[in-house]
DNA sequence: TAGATTGTTAATCGATTAACAATC
DNA sequence: TAGATTGTTAATCGATTAACAATC
């Protein structure tokens, strides 16, 4: 499970190996080979082996991988084995909906506080905690232990905010905001920009409507 | 403006490049070269000048690249020179939450309707739409023009709608969901997994404080 | 043991970077 | 014209796929 630089790539599809083999978890299936798994998600079994094996050798010759073991050891090197503790800054209606989002509790990682600048919305509930003034948010990242930073304020506050949430020992932001986050050494962003999604779907549709002329 | 097969690694730099270029307008910047751009943008010159010339010259030698030309071919190769309609299918938090963001609308894509299973919500407004039972949706669909349709619903519903979608003239599926879809041929998807992001984010965590020790 | 399937090396493919001639 | 910078070809790098020996 140790790390000499496994390609963001391979990272990138850890999740969806992890979905597929909860799913056979779920239906009972104890083991899976490469390229049973291959057909069922649309990758080489080539890849799946190879994906793996960065991670050390989980399965076994002429058996192909258990599906138990192997999920609980992607999950391990997801660091889903242990508790985060978040905070949404910004508490408009993205950061609501992720503040009410059930799942991710699941997964470990623990909604512990939501921020936001307008007093209006000061003291409203999601999801049984408060929202409180951005003002209070420094004082409350010092007196909790919050590892993530959940970003979903437009880009303007958040450049300034970086400063803050690392100083007071934020590890990670999650930014939902639409700009780039110059943030140390060791500090993890990791960026969910909805419109530029949005912009490749359009392109692919366009992209397509052009060919059929 | 023509498409021979340009990769999706290449499409998926093209926000970000309008992003930036978008700022500079804003600043007030004429020209720009691929070297200026890289500096910015933190990425090498050699890639912005390929990934610009996949979709023919825009630039000019000695000179680099005027800022207003070239955010408008990159506009319109994105497909952002013509409008969208899209529905949106689940209005919990996160289906309301997209509703209500009016950056989509200043990029073309036109909200038209939202729906859901749970008749309690039936008739409420998100931004001047009212919510609509699941069970109009078809006929919503075939007397209106819809383009796109954004999946924020359970994994289980999901699946199931891709039929009633695609026979009823939706060409792009922006999907919320955590399931991978099977469209047919020409049917473009384009996958937010909010959770897989997540533990790509967690993963980067884990992996750098095991790295310090 | 024979069959199956991994782990791993080698081959291929594609994407990125470097270099430079063309040209504004 | 001289300088700057593109467009584009060639070189490198990394990721994916194929092949197969190891081994359960």
């Known amino acids: 499970m140790q790390d000499k630089g496994i390609s963001q790539a ?31 998600m649309s990758v080489t079994a080539s890849q799946i082996r190879q994906d793996f094996n960065n991670f050390g050798g989980f399965g076994q010759q002429g058996y192909g991988y258990n599906v138990d073991y192997l999920y609980t050891e992607i999950s391990k090197i997801l660091g889903l084995d242990r508790q985060y503790n978040f905070v949404i800054i910004g508490a408009g209606n993205l950061g609501r909906a992720l503040g009410n989002y059930l799942n991710f509790e699941r997964r470990g990682f623990i909604f512990k506080g939501i921020f936001d600048k307008d007093p209006e919305l000061e003291g409203r509930e999601v999801r049984g905690v408060k929202i409180k003034n951005i003002s209070e948010l420094e004082s409350f990242l010092k007196a909790n232990n919050i590892d993530i930073a959940v970003l979903t304020i437009p880009k303007t506050g958040a450049v300034g905010l970086v400063d803050v949430l690392v100083s007071n020992g934020i590890r990670a932001i999650w930014n939902f905001a639409h700009v780039d986050l110059d943030v140390p050494e060791g500090v993890q962003v990791e960026n969910v920009h909805l419109s530029d999604s949005l912009m490749k779907l359009s392109y692919n549709i366009s992209r397509y409507e052009g060919s059929k002329n």
Chains 1, 2 share one sequence.
């Open 10 to 40: 391979v990272i990138g599809r850890l999740p969806r190996y992890l979905r597929y083999l909860g799913d056979l978890k779920e239906n009972g299936v104890e083991r899976v080979s490469s390229q049973e798994l291959s057909k069922l």
